[in-house]
């Protein structure tokens, strides 16, 4: 267990998975957004005939590598959220990450498994059955813990790779010099 942050309990993890539903359902709109386009294209140019199906949306539900790549692109945004600083968009809203427990980073290998192991936020009910150690399927498979953290430690994982913080606003005579400052130099 990390001694700086308290891990994650199921609440915590359910109101992540919420969040982070909006977010899968937009990109899952976004993807049947493309496959769409990508079907007018085809069929603007002679290349595909809607023989059989309704429309092009009925077309898509039926086809199994339109499943397959749904699957993919909500496992892979978990996977590259949780390698790319640990944190997808809802664990940053609620101040959570994703950490290892054996000072290993969270390679995408890693995060890739995690997100399998997951089972679509099934994984988390084990953190019902074992409240003392909050650890998920996930978590003991990957060797990974999910931690709360404060808020300026959450600050910090978001605006990593900024060097230096912006600078304070001047006031506009400090940066633009007046006429008669001008006068004065002269």
């Known amino acids: 267990m990390s001694e700086i942050y308290p891990r994650a309990g199921f609440v915590k993890r359910l109101a992540v998975i919420v969040y982070d539903l909006l977010a899968v359902i937009a990109l899952a709109m976004l993807l049947s ?7 007018f ?10 023989t059989g199906y309704q429309d ?7 086809q199994w590598w339109y499943k397959v790549e749904t699957i993919a692109v909500i496992w892979g945004f978990y ?22 427990t054996n000072d290993e980073p969270v390679s995408f290998i890693r995060a890739a498994k995690r997100a399998l192991f997951a089972l679509f ?3 988390n009910i084990l ?13 003991r498979l990957t060797n990974t813990e999910m931690v709360v953290l404060t808020k300026e430690a959450n600050k910090q994982v978001y605006l990593r790779g900024i060097e230096e ?3 304070k606003k ?11 400052a001008v006068k004065k130099e002269l």
């Open 170 to 180: 001047t006031h506009i005579d400090e940066v633009v010099p007046t006429e008669n």
């Open 33 to 39: 957004l493309i496959n769409l386009g990508g079907l």
């Open 121 to 123: 936020g099934l994984g």
């Open 41 to 50: 294209a085809l069929e603007s140019f002679g290349l595909f005939t809607l």
């Open 79 to 100: 996977a590259w959220f949780w390698h790319d600083g640990g944190q997808t968009l809802g664990m940053r809203a609620w101040r959570v990450k994703i950490q290892s």
């Open 127 to 139: 953190v019902l059955l074992m409240p003392k150690t909050k650890l998920s399927l996930q978590d």
């Open 56 to 62: 092009h949306s009925a077309y898509l539900n039926q």
């Open 165 to 167: 913080p912006l600078p």
